[in-house]
T-cell receptor
Framework: TQLLEQSPQFLSIQEGENLTVYCNSSSVFSSLQWYRQEPGEGPVLLVTVVTGGEVKKLKRLTFQFGDARKDSSLHITAAQPGDTGLYLCAGGGNYGQNFVFGPGTRLSVLP | GAGVSQSPSNKVTEKGKDVELRCDPISGHTALYWYRQSLGQGLEFLIYFQGNSAPDKSGLPSDRFSAERTGGSVSTLTIQRTQQEDSAVYLC???????????????FGSGTRLTVV
């Protein structure tokens, strides 16, 4: 089973600051997804990356897939309190327990 | 429906009782997944369905856990003789089909928070 690690585990920053969170594995992933989960809700898909070296932007969020497709990063510019949540990366095989979720980075953006 | 619907949203039960959790996926989504999320943890895969079939049950923690899906739509996750360690949020997700999830994503419900006292 492929495993995903995320860092940092917790991050608390002030509004307006920039931040980067990381998702790493020793395995190659055919695709990787990022989700954001708010308290009391299920995870919501932010992006899917499939090509090594791919960069995708979603407003103030920039996602990068590593060249070797073993790692990914999420950069947030000028963080806002609405960015607060649990950020999960996920990837792996097509289905079942071959598709795994990382433990998440819990982000708190203080006003 | 417009989204994945789960019920109940909260369930408190006494140790040893049975509970049933329900998931109504997005209409037309043939694949359905159950995950468990313990406090402060990531998502633990439990079981998935393609149509009414469950090809992979290996994630179910014990034989107290079972799940079924009927009519290719609604699914129920049943936990028999609940234990305190079963306390967690149980999340259901659906995707267009098996194989589409890793590309187009999974749509999650809001979960059922189960507390065993």
């Amino acid at each position: 089973t492929q495993l995903l690690e995320q860092s940092p585990q917790f991050l608390s920053i002030q509004e307006g600051e920039n931040l980067t969170v990381y998702c790493n594995s020793s395995s190659v992933f055919s695709s990787l997804q990022w989700y954001r989960q708010e308290p009391g809700e299920g995870p919501v898909l932010l992006v899917t990356v499939v090509t090594g070296g791919e960069v995708k932007k979603l407003k103030r969020l920039t996602f990068q897939f590593g060249d070797a497709r073993k790692d990914s990063s999420l950069h947030i510019t000028a963080a806002q309190p609405g960015d607060t949540g649990l950020y999960l990366c996920a990837g792996g095989g097509n289905y079942g327990q071959n598709f795994v979720f990382g433990p998440g980075t819990r982000l708190s953006v203080l006003p | 429906g417009a989204g994945v619907s789960q019920s109940p949203s909260n369930k408190v039960t006494e140790k040893g009782k049975d509970v049933e959790l329900r998931c109504d996926p997005i209409s037309g989504h043939t694949a359905l997944y159950w995950y468990r999320q313990s406090l402060g943890q990531g998502l633990e895969f439990l079981i998935y369905f393609q149509g009414n079939s469950a090809p992979d049950k290996s994630g179910l923690p014990s034989d107290r856990f079972s799940a079924e899906r009927t009519g290719g739509s609604v699914s129920t996750l049943t936990i028999q003789r609940t234990q305190q360690e079963d306390s967690a949020v149980y999340l259901c997700a659906s995707s267009l089909g098996v194989g589409q999830g890793p590309i187009y994503g999974y749509t999650f419900g809001s979960g059922t928070r189960l507390t065993v006292v």
